[in-house]
T-cell receptor, first 114, second 113 residues
Framework: EAQVTQNPRYLITVTGKKLTVTCSQN?????MSWYRQDPGLGLRQIYY???????DKGDVPEGYKVSRKEKRNFPLILESPSPNQTSLYFC?????????????FGQGTRLTVV | AQSVTQLDSQVPVFEEAPVELRCNYS??????LFWYVQYPNQGLQLLLK??????LVKGINGFEAEFNKSQTSFHLRKPSVHISDTAEYFC???????????FGAGTRLFVKA
Protein backbone atom coordinates (compact mmCIF):
# COMPACT_ATOMS: atom_id res chain seq x y z
CA GLU A 1 0.00 0.00 0.00
CA ALA A 2 1.33 3.41 -1.00
CA GLN A 3 1.82 5.50 2.09
CA VAL A 4 3.71 8.16 3.96
CA THR A 5 4.49 7.23 7.56
CA GLN A 6 5.24 9.75 10.26
CA ASN A 7 6.35 9.06 13.81
CA PRO A 8 5.43 9.84 16.44
CA ARG A 9 1.77 10.84 16.06
CA TYR A 10 1.78 12.77 19.32
CA LEU A 11 4.66 14.32 21.20
CA ILE A 12 4.90 16.53 24.26
CA THR A 13 8.33 17.91 25.02
CA VAL A 14 10.02 20.66 26.99
CA THR A 15 11.63 23.80 25.65
CA GLY A 16 15.16 23.21 24.40
CA LYS A 17 15.10 19.42 24.25
CA LYS A 18 16.13 18.28 20.78
CA LEU A 19 13.67 16.10 18.92
CA THR A 20 13.28 14.39 15.57
CA VAL A 21 10.09 13.57 13.72
CA THR A 22 10.59 10.82 11.18
CA CYS A 23 8.96 10.55 7.77
CA SER A 24 9.19 7.66 5.34
CA GLN A 25 7.51 7.04 1.97
CA ASN A 26 7.33 3.86 -0.09
CA UNK A 27 6.43 5.33 -3.48
CA UNK A 28 9.94 6.17 -4.71
CA UNK A 29 8.96 9.84 -4.87
CA UNK A 30 11.67 12.38 -5.52
CA UNK A 31 9.96 15.29 -3.83
CA MET A 32 9.27 15.45 -0.11
CA SER A 33 8.28 18.31 2.12
CA TRP A 34 7.30 19.27 5.64
CA TYR A 35 4.39 21.51 6.54
CA ARG A 36 3.01 22.90 9.73
CA GLN A 37 -0.70 23.49 10.13
CA ASP A 38 -1.97 26.21 12.41
CA PRO A 39 -5.57 27.44 12.82
CA GLY A 40 -6.47 30.09 10.27
CA LEU A 41 -3.12 29.80 8.49
CA GLY A 42 -3.59 26.59 6.54
CA LEU A 43 -0.47 24.63 5.65
CA ARG A 44 2.84 26.44 5.54
CA GLN A 45 5.88 24.77 4.05
CA ILE A 46 8.88 24.41 6.35
CA TYR A 47 11.44 22.65 4.14
CA TYR A 48 11.37 20.62 0.99
CA UNK A 49 13.65 18.24 -0.83
CA UNK A 50 13.76 17.60 -4.54
CA UNK A 51 15.95 14.51 -4.23
CA UNK A 52 18.63 12.88 -2.14
CA UNK A 53 21.00 15.45 -0.64
CA UNK A 54 18.97 18.32 -2.16
CA UNK A 55 17.00 20.36 0.35
CA ASP A 56 15.81 23.93 0.51
CA LYS A 57 13.91 26.27 2.78
CA GLY A 58 10.20 26.75 2.52
CA ASP A 59 8.22 29.64 3.91
CA VAL A 60 8.82 29.09 7.64
CA PRO A 61 12.18 27.33 8.09
CA GLU A 62 13.42 29.09 11.24
CA GLY A 63 14.07 26.68 14.10
CA TYR A 64 13.99 23.56 11.92
CA LYS A 65 16.49 21.35 10.13
CA VAL A 66 16.04 18.50 7.68
CA SER A 67 18.19 15.91 5.98
CA ARG A 68 17.71 13.65 2.94
CA LYS A 69 20.30 10.93 3.01
CA GLU A 70 17.99 8.34 1.46
CA LYS A 71 15.20 8.79 -1.03
CA ARG A 72 12.54 7.31 1.22
CA ASN A 73 13.32 9.21 4.44
CA PHE A 74 13.03 12.90 5.28
CA PRO A 75 13.32 13.58 9.02
CA LEU A 76 12.43 16.92 10.59
CA ILE A 77 14.75 18.04 13.37
CA LEU A 78 14.04 20.63 16.04
CA GLU A 79 17.39 21.35 17.67
CA SER A 80 15.97 23.55 20.44
CA PRO A 81 12.18 23.51 20.39
CA SER A 82 10.25 26.52 21.62
CA PRO A 83 6.56 26.92 22.50
CA ASN A 84 5.85 28.73 19.22
CA GLN A 85 6.65 25.46 17.45
CA THR A 86 3.64 23.83 19.03
CA SER A 87 1.70 22.80 15.96
CA LEU A 88 0.42 19.98 13.77
CA TYR A 89 3.10 18.79 11.37
CA PHE A 90 2.64 16.95 8.10
CA CYS A 91 5.11 15.25 5.84
CA UNK A 92 4.22 14.86 2.17
CA UNK A 93 5.73 13.30 -0.92
CA UNK A 94 5.04 13.65 -4.62
CA UNK A 95 6.56 13.08 -8.03
CA UNK A 96 6.42 16.45 -9.84
CA UNK A 97 6.55 16.30 -13.58
CA UNK A 98 4.54 13.12 -13.80
CA UNK A 99 0.82 12.88 -14.46
CA UNK A 100 0.05 12.10 -10.85
CA UNK A 101 1.43 15.23 -9.29
CA UNK A 102 -0.69 15.30 -6.18
CA UNK A 103 0.91 15.12 -2.75
CA UNK A 104 0.54 12.14 -0.46
CA PHE A 105 0.39 13.10 3.19
CA GLY A 106 1.30 11.37 6.39
CA GLN A 107 -1.16 11.19 9.26
CA GLY A 108 0.38 14.12 11.06
CA THR A 109 2.39 14.69 14.23
CA ARG A 110 0.85 16.83 16.93
CA LEU A 111 3.70 18.49 18.80
CA THR A 112 3.33 20.38 22.05
CA VAL A 113 6.31 22.27 23.46
CA VAL A 114 5.94 23.35 27.08
CA ALA B 1 3.80 36.72 -4.96
CA GLN B 2 1.97 33.51 -5.67
CA SER B 3 -0.98 32.91 -3.39
CA VAL B 4 -4.15 30.92 -2.95
CA THR B 5 -7.20 32.49 -1.35
CA GLN B 6 -10.08 30.51 0.07
CA LEU B 7 -12.77 33.06 0.46
CA ASP B 8 -14.67 31.43 3.31
CA SER B 9 -13.06 30.19 6.50
CA GLN B 10 -16.22 28.40 7.64
CA VAL B 11 -19.29 27.24 5.74
CA PRO B 12 -22.29 25.91 7.69
CA VAL B 13 -24.88 24.10 5.63
CA PHE B 14 -27.82 21.81 6.23
CA GLU B 15 -27.74 18.19 5.18
CA GLU B 16 -28.87 17.58 1.57
CA ALA B 17 -28.33 21.23 0.64
CA PRO B 18 -25.87 22.21 -2.12
CA VAL B 19 -22.54 23.75 -1.23
CA GLU B 20 -19.81 25.72 -2.98
CA LEU B 21 -16.37 26.31 -1.49
CA ARG B 22 -14.53 29.09 -3.26
CA CYS B 23 -10.88 29.22 -4.24
CA ASN B 24 -8.94 31.84 -6.17
CA TYR B 25 -5.24 31.82 -7.04
CA SER B 26 -2.83 34.44 -8.26
CA UNK B 27 -0.86 34.39 -11.50
CA UNK B 28 -1.99 33.54 -15.00
CA UNK B 29 0.73 31.02 -15.81
CA UNK B 30 -0.09 27.36 -16.25
CA UNK B 31 -1.09 25.62 -13.07
CA UNK B 32 -2.10 22.33 -11.60
CA LEU B 33 -5.00 22.68 -9.18
CA PHE B 34 -6.07 20.44 -6.32
CA TRP B 35 -8.64 20.11 -3.61
CA TYR B 36 -7.75 18.12 -0.52
CA VAL B 37 -9.98 17.07 2.36
CA GLN B 38 -8.93 16.63 5.95
CA TYR B 39 -11.20 14.69 8.29
CA PRO B 40 -10.72 15.17 12.06
CA ASN B 41 -7.44 13.77 13.35
CA GLN B 42 -6.35 12.66 9.91
CA GLY B 43 -3.95 13.76 7.21
CA LEU B 44 -4.98 15.37 3.96
CA GLN B 45 -6.25 13.25 1.12
CA LEU B 46 -6.85 14.16 -2.48
CA LEU B 47 -10.43 14.99 -3.42
CA LEU B 48 -9.84 15.95 -7.05
CA LYS B 49 -7.31 17.55 -9.35
CA UNK B 50 -7.11 19.55 -12.54
CA UNK B 51 -4.05 19.02 -14.72
CA UNK B 52 -5.36 19.84 -18.20
CA UNK B 53 -8.27 19.19 -20.54
CA UNK B 54 -11.89 19.53 -19.48
CA UNK B 55 -12.41 22.37 -17.05
CA LEU B 56 -15.02 20.43 -15.06
CA VAL B 57 -13.36 17.89 -12.85
CA LYS B 58 -15.14 15.20 -10.89
CA GLY B 59 -13.71 13.78 -7.71
CA ILE B 60 -14.55 11.36 -4.96
CA ASN B 61 -17.65 11.48 -2.75
CA GLY B 62 -19.72 13.37 -5.36
CA PHE B 63 -17.59 16.52 -5.38
CA GLU B 64 -16.70 18.42 -8.53
CA ALA B 65 -14.77 21.58 -9.33
CA GLU B 66 -14.58 23.92 -12.26
CA PHE B 67 -11.41 25.54 -13.47
CA ASN B 68 -11.94 29.09 -14.71
CA LYS B 69 -8.74 30.44 -16.20
CA SER B 70 -9.99 33.97 -16.83
CA GLN B 71 -11.12 34.36 -13.22
CA THR B 72 -8.22 32.27 -11.83
CA SER B 73 -10.71 30.30 -9.78
CA PHE B 74 -11.25 26.65 -8.92
CA HIS B 75 -14.45 26.44 -6.88
CA LEU B 76 -15.53 23.16 -5.31
CA ARG B 77 -19.17 22.10 -5.42
CA LYS B 78 -21.44 19.33 -4.26
CA PRO B 79 -25.16 19.26 -5.10
CA SER B 80 -26.24 17.54 -1.87
CA VAL B 81 -24.04 17.25 1.20
CA HIS B 82 -24.06 14.62 3.93
CA ILE B 83 -23.15 14.80 7.59
CA SER B 84 -20.04 12.80 6.75
CA ASP B 85 -18.78 15.64 4.53
CA THR B 86 -18.02 17.67 7.65
CA ALA B 87 -14.28 18.31 7.33
CA GLU B 88 -11.73 20.93 6.39
CA TYR B 89 -11.09 21.49 2.71
CA PHE B 90 -7.91 22.88 1.23
CA CYS B 91 -7.36 24.31 -2.21
CA UNK B 92 -3.80 23.99 -3.55
CA UNK B 93 -1.88 25.16 -6.59
CA UNK B 94 1.31 23.93 -8.18
CA UNK B 95 2.78 26.12 -10.88
CA UNK B 96 3.91 24.02 -13.83
CA UNK B 97 7.65 23.95 -14.18
CA UNK B 98 8.00 24.41 -10.45
CA UNK B 99 7.98 22.08 -7.49
CA UNK B 100 6.26 24.12 -4.88
CA UNK B 101 2.63 23.61 -3.92
CA UNK B 102 0.87 26.52 -2.27
CA PHE B 103 -2.09 25.83 -0.03
CA GLY B 104 -4.99 28.01 0.89
CA ALA B 105 -5.88 28.64 4.54
CA GLY B 106 -8.66 26.05 4.43
CA THR B 107 -12.46 26.11 4.63
CA ARG B 108 -14.18 24.29 7.44
CA LEU B 109 -17.44 22.76 6.23
CA PHE B 110 -20.07 22.03 8.89
CA VAL B 111 -23.00 19.94 7.78
CA LYS B 112 -25.95 20.14 10.13
CA ALA B 113 -28.85 17.72 10.41
Amino acid sequence: EAQVTQNPRYLITVTGKKLTVTCSQNMNHEYMSWYRQDPGLGLRQIYYSMNVEVTDKGDVPEGYKVSRKEKRNFPLILESPSPNQTSLYFCASSAPGHSNTEAFFGQGTRLTVV
Amino acid sequence: AQSVTQLDSQVPVFEEAPVELRCNYSSSVSVYLFWYVQYPNQGLQLLLKYLSGSTLVKGINGFEAEFNKSQTSFHLRKPSVHISDTAEYFCAVTYTGGFKTIFGAGTRLFVKA
